[in-house]
Each structure stands twice: as structure tokens, then as C-alpha cells.
């Protein structure tokens, strides 16, 4: 058994054999290596408020139901009966609360699945990670098992420390015409200076494939840019299908 203390930088989630679920924590140790860090025992659910018997039967039978529990609720100054509904999978959380919204109060459905094992277990920025070192399809240098304590997984909260990390932030260029990218502009901070990358350019195919060889030579902590969850990396992809780059 292991312990690493970790900044976190980001989470997931993906499916695994068994239909399981696989929390996947990111971040980078104190001396600067990569780590990622895997819980399976996290479920997905909600709650709702007052529920009558017919609506609880019907949910216990619903075959992408795992278990529905009888449970009070402390909302608007009450305690309140409610059921907690653990579903299957996260995707399935939508349409559960779209369907019960007609009829009953749902709480704990906007959250994201991944958001709500941070809230849940109360984690920081920081924390040890207990658990056993692994291997795995991963490019960390580190992939650990986090060990469950109490079904729960055995993570603890640190006071806030701070790595070097290596940040490259990147912006593209594409045409209004057609959508094909012109340019990738990127920049890389690291031990407290700033280096500016190198020009990138050619076909819409090589500048792709040029950018993709820069993350894996760079290997940075955190990629950034402007507004690229929702512009610039989906263009990516979608550009990098079109040119069959990569």
C-alpha cells in the first residue's frame, strides 16, 4: 500500500468491463510527476422529494435502476421525506429527471457525475491518495488503485501546495469559408518563463498532425486556451476527421 500526495488538475469517469464505473483523478506529486488515480465503487443517483408508493415501485423495477432507499431530507428549513435513486449509469440521470420533474421535486440531477464524487467525498485541490501502484493504457508516469476505506475511497485532504507545472496554452485559426484551420498558435510556461512556440503551418493535415506532436513531445500538466472546451479543441476534432489527420 502506497500514499501519494497529489494537486489535482482534473477528473473523469469511463465505463469498464462489467459495466462498472471508473473515477479517474488526474494531477501532478510534489516532485512533479504525472499521476492518475482510479476508484470503481462511486454510483450515480438522485433524490425526490416526497415520492408516492406507486412512483417507488415503479422505479425498483425499472431494469436501469440499481436500488432506490428511503431516506430524509433536511430542504427549505424541513426535514422531508425523499428516496435516493441509484441508477446504472450517469447518462441515464437526464431522462430520469426530466420524466419525475412532471410530477415531484428531483434534487442532485444537474450535478455531473465526476463534479459530484468531488462534492460527496469533500475533496480539495489537494489530497493524499492511498492505494496500490498499477499498470494501464495510460501516459502518466503514475496509475494507482485508490483503496476503499468504509466504501468509501481513502482520500484525504492537504493543506494547498503548488508544483511546478508545465502549462501550454493554444489558439487556432480557421477559415470562415470552409471551416478549415489555417494556423495553431501555442505558447508554453514553464519554471516561471514563457517560450513561444514554434510556427505551425502547411496543410490543414500537417498542421494537425504537427500540434498533436507537439502535446505528446511536450507532455504538458495543463492545456488552455480561450473558450477551447467548447471551440477549439471540438474543431479540432472535427477538422482532424475531415483531413484525416493523425
Not at 146 to 159: D, G
Amino acid at each position: 500500500m502506497g500514499q501519494w500526495n497529489t494537486r489535482l488538475l482534473g477528473i473523469t469517469y469511463r465505463r469498464t468491463e462489467g459495466d462498472q464505473l471508473s473515477i479517474e483523478l488526474y494531477g501532478t506529486l510534489e516532485d512533479g510527476r504525472s499521476i492518475v488515480a482510479r476508484y470503481v465503487g462511486f454510483e450515480p443517483y438522485f433524490h425526490i422529494l416526497r415520492p408516492d408508493v406507486e412512483t417507488i415501485e415503479t422505479l425498483r423495477k425499472d431494469p436501469d435502476v440499481r436500488r432506490v432507499e428511503d431516506i430524509q431530507l433536511f430542504h427549505k428549513g424541513s426535514l422531508q421525506p425523499a428516496a435516493k435513486v441509484v441508477v446504472r449509469f450517469p447518462w441515464l440521470v437526464p431522462d430520469f429527471r426530466s420524466r419525475l420533474r412532471r410530477n415531484f421535486e428531483v434534487l442532485a440531477a444537474d450535478i455531473p457525475f465526476h463534479h459530484r464524487f468531488i462534492y460527496d467525498h469533500d475533496l480539495g485541490a489537494c489530497v493524499k491518495i492511498y492505494g496500490e501502484e498499477t499498470t494501464g493504457d495510460y501516459v502518466t508516469d503514475l496509475i494507482v488503485d485508490v483503496e476503499s476505506k468504509e466504501n468509501a475511497p481513502h482520500i484525504e485532504t492537504l493543506e494547498s501546495f503548488n508544483p511546478d507545472l508545465k502549462v501550454l496554452s493554444f489558439d487556432i485559426e480557421n477559415s470562415i469559408n470552409n471551416g478549415n484551420i489555417l494556423t495553431i498558435c501555442y505558447v508554453i510556461r514553464e519554471n516561471d518563463s514563457i517560450r513561444n512556440g514554434k510556427p505551425i503551418y502547411g496543410t490543414e493535415q500537417e498542421i494537425i498532425d504537427t500540434f498533436t506532436k507537439v502535446i505528446q513531445d511536450e507532455d504538458p500538466d495543463v492545456i488552455t486556451g480561450y473558450n477551447i472546451d467548447n471551440y477549439d479543441i471540438p474543431t479540432l476534432l472535427d477538422r482532424a476527421k475531415a483531413s484525416n489527420a493523425g
